[in-house]
């Protein structure tokens, strides 16, 4: 069965550094979605992305943030000057929006640590 | 918009015994979708069951089963027979189908201990 994979599954980087994060989604879905996950806290929604363009993004996705999908088939979050409150668990997810899926696919994430 | 709340931060069950978690939201939508994830430990994200605002009939699927109250904007989940690998957190999730984004909104979780 198809699935969603994310690589590194663990970053750690000193902060002020850039990180890219990166996704590959089901290759025939058509919405693409970034959530991250404080330790402990809930998956917050972060950025989705669709025909090539953000379609919406959450007051957490400031001007560090950025979203691309380079070539088809990879999908990456940039985050330019790392913060510590950056360090989360950041999840990538497709969504191929047919019958008969109507959920979200989830890649098992990618832990950030910025020391 | 519309919100998620999870009310019970920690429960613990028996192994063998049936728990409910609970789940509410608020939209002012019609047509909409409600999950439940599990997540253990390994942090991944794993599909427990979906329910359609427009079925009247809840769903189940194996050992899980919800409550959907949609006048009452509820849906809990019923675990029967729990298993010592049911410990996890189960976080709640809210999609609209008219949004045009179908993004989620998680509540914020509940940690459930199934006690040997």
């Known amino acids: 069965e198809p699935e969603v994979t994310q690589t590194p599954s663990h970053q750690v980087t000193q902060m002020g550094q850039e990180v890219i994060l990166r996704c590959v989604p089901i290759?025939?879905?058509?919405?693409f979605y970034w959530y991250r996950q404080i330790l402990g806290q809930k998956v917050e929604f972060l950025v989705s992305?669709?025909?090539?363009?953000?379609?919406?993004k959450s007051e957490i996705f400031d001007d560090q943030f950025s979203v691309e999908r380079p070539d088809g088939s990879n999908f990456t979050l940039k985050i330019r000057s790392t913060k510590l409150e950056d360090s989360a668990m950041y999840f990538c997810?497709?969504?191929?929006?047919?019958?008969?899926?109507?959920?979200?696919?989830f890649g098992p994430g990618t832990r950030l640590t910025v020391l | 918009a519309q919100t998620v709340t999870q009310s019970q931060p920690e429960m613990s069950v028996q192994e063998a015994e049936t728990v409910t978690l609970s789940c509410t939201y608020d939209t002012s939508e019609s047509n909409y979708y409600l999950f439940w994830y599990k997540q253990p430990p390994s942090r991944q994200m794993i599909l427990v069951i979906r329910?359609?605002?427009?079925?009247?009939q809840n769903a189940t699927e194996n050992r899980f089963s919800v409550n959907f109250q949609k006048a009452a904007k509820s849906f809990s989940l019923k675990i029967s027979d729990s298993q010592l690998g049911d410990t996890a957190m189960y976080f709640c999730a809210f999609m609209s189908a008219t949004s045009g984004t179908y993004k989620y909104i998680f509540g914020t979780g509940t940690r459930l201990k199934v006690l040997a």
């Open positions: 329910q359609e605002a427009y079925k009247q």
């Open positions: 290759s025939n879905h058509l919405y």
């Open positions: 997810a497709s969504f191929p929006a047919l019958p008969p899926y109507n959920e979200q696919f």
């Open positions: 992305f669709y025909n090539n363009e953000i379609s919406e």
